[in-house]
């Protein structure tokens, strides 16, 4: 399934990577799933003259996510709901309209949409929140416009939202280098649980790179296919998050959380995702991560167990061309 969901009669559309079924976008409301991001290692690897950091790192998805609702209308406008409405609510931009925007601007399109925005994921916790909605917001609007995504370079608007949106709309695991703009394929992994945990503080992306200290890292890909969990948390292990430290410095419960990871039945390996604060736990499986949320939850911490989304199975990225392996690369800041 693509994610894609037709909201009136309340099923999904089997549509697998192909536009069918979509000549009755101005009678219905649409949505798109907007998946969480999770950095399994995160290596810096350098910084540009621009001032933005390089990185190696390992994206996947997980079944958890947001949903961006559109239906017609005349104009844009935004609406948001969910349990984590609140920081949106003050922000002076969202990255929703942005894209919406950017899109209209990219393609001359004049006509508008009513966008809701369910925000289940946590606000600047290191989930890719507001990348994966620009992404599922492109892609939606896409459809209810009928634009061809071959004839747009998608991207490239991405890229210009931030870094993250480029692999939001692949979708899939993937092997992230540069600033987030060079996306390859991932290679095979095992099914997994995963154990999410956030100790109810945001922490802003810049913040972390400005307090993050030493010298850079070597790029070490992982590009040998995984043939189990516990293979796959060696791996991860021998990579880490280098900017663990800094998140901590700024939000000493990053690490009460990472303990408290470590010592739960089960755990396989833990790590912190992309910025903070946000932190995962390794599983066999969904249902070994289910068993242990109760162990965090009890903290006072938003705690979640989900599992990753299957490749080329329920992921946006069925219209991107691949070839020899990566996807096209763009220039981006």
Same mark, same amino acid.
């Given at each position: 399934m693509d994610g894609l969901h037709d909201v009136r009669r309340g099923i999904v559309q089997q549509t697998n990577g192909r536009t069918t079924g979509l000549t009755l976008f101005e009678e219905k409301t649409l949505a798109r799933e907007a998946p969480g991001k999770i950095n399994l290692y995160l290596r810096v690897t350098g910084r540009r003259a621009d001032g933005y950091h390089e990185l190696d790192s390992l994206v996947v998805? /997980?079944?958890l996510h947001d949903l961006v609702t559109l239906r017609p209308a005349t104009e844009?406008?935004? #609406?948001?709901?969910?349990?984590? /409405?609140?920081?949106?609510?003050?922000?002076?931009e969202n990255l929703v309209m942005a894209a919406a925007q950017r899109l209209q601007t990219a393609t001359g399109e004049r006509r508008g949409a009513h966008i809701n925005l369910t925000k289940n994921l946590p606000v600047a916790a290191g989930l890719g929140g507001g990348s994966a909605d620009a992404a599922a917001t492109l892609l939606g609007?896409?459809?209810?416009?009928?634009?061809? @995504?071959?004839?747009?370079?998608?991207?490239?608007?991405?890229?210009?939202?931030?870094?993250?949106?480029?692999?939001?709309?692949?979708?899939?695991?993937?092997?992230v280098a540069g600033v987030g703009e060079q996306i390859r394929v991932a290679?095979?992994?095992?099914?997994?649980?995963?154990?999410?945990?956030?100790?109810?503080?945001?922490?802003? /992306?810049p913040a972390v790179f400005d307090a993050r200290e030493g010298p850079f890292s070597s790029p070490l890909p992982m590009i040998e296919p995984v043939a189990d969990?516990?293979?796959? #948390?060696?791996?991860?292990?021998? @990579? &880490?998050?280098?900017?663990t430290t800094a998140a901590? #410095?700024?939000?000493?419960?990053i690490a009460a959380v990472l303990t408290a990871l470590r010592s739960l039945a089960g755990c396989r390996?833990?790590?912190?995702? &992309?910025?903070?604060? /946000?932190?995962? &736990?390794?599983f066999d499986d969904e249902e070994a991560a289910k068993r242990a949320v109760d162990s965090v939850s009890q903290s006072g911490w938003w705690a979640a167990a989900t599992s990753l989304r299957s490749p080329r199975l329920e992921g946006e990225a069925a219209h991107t061309s691949i070839e020899g392996g990566e996807l096209p690369v763009v220039d981006g800041k």
């Open positions: 998805f /997980t079944r844009l406008s935004l #609406a948001i709901d969910g349990p984590f /409405t609140g920081p949106l609510l003050v922000a002076p609007l896409c459809d209810l416009w009928r634009i061809d @995504r071959h004839e747009i370079d998608l991207a490239a608007i991405g890229v210009e939202l931030g870094a993250d949106v480029p692999v939001c709309l692949y979708g899939q695991p993937a092997l290679p095979r992994m095992p099914e997994a649980g995963l154990l999410l945990v956030n100790p109810r503080q945001e922490l802003a /992306t969990v516990a293979g796959l #948390a060696r791996d991860l292990a021998l @990579r &880490g998050n280098d900017l901590v #410095a700024l939000c000493p419960p390996g833990c790590g912190m995702s &992309g910025s903070g604060a /946000t932190c995962y &736990g390794l």
